[in-house]
């Protein structure tokens, strides 16, 4: 019996995603599954963060932004937010030297400044090193609230004395300045929510949601979602007769 093509193969690279977002959500329920803690699923994530990072380079794709610490987070017991950010801490440490080498530049956006003092360290010294790396940019949302994002970016503006706000001069003060809108947004485990993500830049992304717990996503995982996002028209607002006169 002949092999099917891979789902790599089947992938148009002229109608690729600029920029992807990820919702990882499910490590406790696939620790659970398991009849483990949840500290055991959160580790075991940061194998699928390598993945779909390995998976986006392979088709040069630009931008691609996890959803790695909510501002609702913090809400979660003590113990588990301890956890986290110490995990955080060791991946950024761990992981740096292969992504300066791979060309990466990190990123991260949301109020950093009320990360732990170790984390915001190891995090403000990876951005500094790969600052000039001219590759893909992985940016990681920390501490980060689309509600938040907006509502600062206003206050900003408020600030320095601006009368009339237009979607430039607020995009301009956003955390996500230096990312484009999002293209793709892929959420795991199920669930069918948003739950505060880059609002202002999710606004005509592409919305898709798997049953397939974060530890669980690999590279396959991520083609299919693009693969997914590519049967799809975009029109912006526009009808489809409109868009075939270009």
């Avoid at 963060?49 to 998976?55: G, Q």
Wanted: glycine share 6%; with cysteine.
């Amino acid at each position: 019996m002949e092999n099917s093509p891979s789902i790599l193969s089947q992938i148009d690279r002229e109608n690729l995603p600029k920029h992807i977002g990820i919702i990882m959500d499910g490590n406790g329920r696939w620790a659970k599954k398991k009849g483990l803690g949840r500290t055991f699923g959160h580790k075991n994530a940061v194998d699928a963060v390598r993945a779909a990072l390995e998976a986006c380079q392979k088709l040069e794709i630009p931008y691609l932004t996890l959803y790695a610490f909510s501002t609702e987070n913090w809400s979660r017991p003590k113990t588990e937010v301890t956890m986290l950010m110490g995990l955080l801490n060791q991946m950024i440490q761990k992981e740096l030297s292969v992504l300066d080498k791979n060309n990466i530049r990190i990123l991260a956006v949301g109020d950093t400044s009320k990360l732990p003092q170790e984390v915001e360290k190891s995090l403000l010294a990876a951005i500094e090193k790969t600052a000039k790396n001219t590759g893909s940019t992985l940016s990681l949302a920390l501490n980060y609230g689309g509600k938040e994002d907006i509502l600062q970016a206003i206050n900003g503006l408020i600030e320095k004395g601006e009368k009339n706000i237009n979607e430039e001069k607020l995009k301009a003060e956003l955390y996500t300045k230096d990312l484009p809108p999002l293209d793709l947004t892929i959420r795991t485990s199920g669930e069918l929510r948003i739950s505060n993500f880059l609002l202002w830049d999710i606004a005509y992304s592409e919305l898709y949601f798997t049953d397939i717990l974060w530890p669980d996503f690999n590279q396959e995982s991520l083609f299919n979602a693009i693969f997914d996002f590519q049967k799809r028209e975009r029109r912006f607002g526009k009808i489809s007769e409109q868009l075939s006169k270009h």
